[in-house]
């Protein structure tokens, strides 16, 4: 844009014309430098405000090729259970395009992604910087992923990763076009200033296994879903409101809707190098249930 796009006022703020360009290098910087400490070698790397603007954007460039983007039949999270049907009419677009949730955050529940994942979308929020990252990124065709999640990298900013073999040049054309429309330097500059801070550690490495125990009252706490995610989750369809206000002093969640406990952890670390914070989880539960 020319710097009459820009107010007089917002001219002298952000420098004219000047904004626009800094805006790009910016994302240039960071694309660099995910794709390296991300190892996304084999994508094409867009970025944008959030997973639910990316996957708008998917569903309208994949609309225009007569291509409807739906839900795989599994469980999905709020709110890209509420923006996408589950199932495409027959005989209108071809529905071979679907959304898998890689981690359901609600249950820990892996839906594992088969090579080649051709025809999914994956929403990698809760395994993109994770122990479960090399699966994505073996197999997985196009994903998205938040960073201000487990890569704790800045607010406001999504990664869209395309395979360009498997996807035309003109989506990617398109997806670069959306990508120029997000002009907001704070989460730009945000990230940047996150991985030069010296000692970066670019993942969240905490491991959980899996739980199996007694509580007091003589009921059987076992964990669902996935070993090795930087949480757990546990079935606990009673929870008290004295439960509810400690678990939110320990990094965990209580979903009603679902019935389901979770505890998280967050342990800062490089590729490939797990830490077990199993113990910390015991610790959590015991306080939890006032077990001696």
Known sequence: MDPSALSPQLQKLHGGGHFYKKVNQLREVLREKFTEVYRLEQYDVFMVQSVSVGLAMLSHLLHKQNISLSLANHQHYQPIDMLFPHAVAEGRENSGVQI????????????????????????????????????????????????????????????????????????????????????????????????????????????????????????????????????????????????????KEMNGSYFEHSGTLRLSRWMRGKHGRPVNCTGSVFEDISKLWNIR
């Open 100 to 247: 898998v949730t890689h981690v359901n955050p609600y249950t820990g529940e892996l839906n594992r992604l088969h090579h080649p994942a051709k025809g999914i979308v994956v929403d990698a929020s809760h395994s993109f910087a994770t122990n479960m990252h090399d699966d994505l990124i073996k197999q997985g065709s196009i994903f998205l992923a938040p960073l201000h999640k487990h890569a704790s990298v800045a607010v406001g900013l999504t990664l869209i990763a395309v395979r360009p073999e498997e996807y035309s040049m003109l989506l990617r054309s398109e997806l670069r076009l959306f990508e120029r429309a997000t002009v907001s330097e704070t989460p730009l500059t945000m990230a940047l200033e996150t991985i030069n801070t010296p000692g970066w550690q670019p993942y969240n490495v905490a491991s959980v296994d899996a739980i199996d125990l007694w509580l007091p009252d003589g009921e059987r706490l076992q964990s669902i879903g996935e070993p090795g995610l930087p949480f757990c989750c546990f079935k606990v369809p009673s929870f008290s409101h004295e439960q509810r206000k400690a678990v």
